[in-house]
């Protein structure tokens, strides 16, 4: 008979975890119940009580939870062989509480209806179309690069500070909210990230804490990328959980801002997806369409390339291909490669919606 309540909840990982993957197969039923239902109310629940705060509360309790599961496995090291049986319910009882919590608090956003289908989109797009709209965007990307550095050679360096820059991108999503009623995003709950060194060795750039819906960002990246990066988080906190989808959200928030700057960083940012997706499609096309994107935008760019390989590691690989399985366990089969399908989201809004 079992009588400690450790026992129960070890042994209740295996039915959680096959709700977990029923659930999954019906996205109506999450989109509905789940991502427009509970999950919101959780989410402003999580982000009033905790977005006031100036630090990441989350990346303390990330901190304090490394060093307890240090201090347990060290304390309990000698009980593994004098009561494994022990030990192995201590250890699941933790995993199903974070499991449960994760799923419950964020995770089963993971399986809801793809944004296509949400925002009336088609999911595929030809070459040409792809040509087109990458056109329209180094047109208008140009256009904005100038119009801030009054010099097409120079690169953009956004002159607020990294606080300034939540603030303006939480406006950027006011402006979209009235194209998109359901990307309302309120309150804010985004912060630097207490672990940007390390974070940045990890090659990341944000984050979410699933258990605290706090949005993180790494205050080392390139100015230029912050908007981007902020906004992308911020869409991960509406429920957006691919990384894809929050990516083209991203997007959309930034370009829909008023401020000229944010506005540069979003549309940058759809630009290189876009001549990525031709570069792996036609390497010719794209060497001839890259020579109308102003210097200055290249820079930018380039910028961002030097920043990452300044911070490569021998551990870096390890941490994506990790970041890789877990996209893949949750319902991204194309783990970090499925990030090209925003290239697919853009050229069909941008078709719908020109520059």
Avoid at 209 to 227: C, G, H, M, R, W
Avoid at 300 to 311: A, Q
């Amino acid at each position: 008979m079992l009588k400690n309540p450790k026992t129960y909840l070890a042994f209740s990982l295996l039915p959680v975890y096959f709700l977990v993957r029923f659930l999954s197969n019906y996205p109506e039923i999450i989109e509905h119940y789940y991502s427009n239902g509970i999950y919101p109310i959780i989410s402003k629940i999580l982000r009033y009580g905790l977005g006031w705060i100036p630090f990441s509360f989350g990346d303390l309790v990330y901190a304090f939870g490394i060093i307890y599961i240090v201090r347990w496995l060290i304390v309990n090291r000698k009980g593994f062989f004098r009561n494994t049986q022990e030990w192995l319910i201590d250890i699941l009882s933790a995993v199903t509480l974070l499991y449960f919590a994760f799923h419950l608090f964020w995770g089963m956003n993971y399986y809801r209806l793809p944004l296509h289908q949400n925002l009336n989109l088609e999911a595929d797009y030809t070459t040409e179309q792809l040509i087109s709209v990458t056109q329209e965007l180094i047109q208008k990307t140009n256009s904005l690069q100038l119009g801030i550095t009054k010099n097409d050679t120079i690169k953009v360096d956004i002159p607020y500070s990294k606080s300034e820059i939540f603030k303006r991108s939480e406006s950027g999503y006011k402006n979209l909210e009235e194209q998109y009623p359901h990307l309302e995003y309120h309150p804010r709950s985004i912060k630097k990230s207490l672990f940007s060194v390390p974070l940045t060795y990890m090659g990341f750039s944000g984050y979410l804490n699933p258990l605290t819906n706090e949005a993180q960002v790494d205050y080392l990246i390139p100015s230029y990328k912050f908007p981007t990066t902020s906004a992308h988080e911020m869409a991960h906190q509406l429920g957006y959980a691919a990384e894809n989808e929050a990516n083209f959200i991203g997007c959309l928030a930034t370009i829909n801002n008023d401020d000229i700057y944010m506005k540069y960083s979003g549309y940058a940012f759809g630009l290189r997806h876009c001549l990525n997706e031709i570069y792996r499609r036609d390497p010719e096309q794209y060497e001839n369409i890259v020579e109308t994107v102003n210097i200055g935008i290249l820079k930018n760019y380039e910028e961002t390339r030097v920043f990452w390989e300044s911070y490569q590691n021998p551990l870096e690989p390890l941490f994506k291909m990790s970041y890789n399985s877990y996209l893949e366990a949750n319902n991204q089969k194309g783990g970090m490669e499925s990030y090209s399908y925003v290239v697919a989201l853009l050229v069909n809004y941008f078709q719908k919606n020109p520059v």
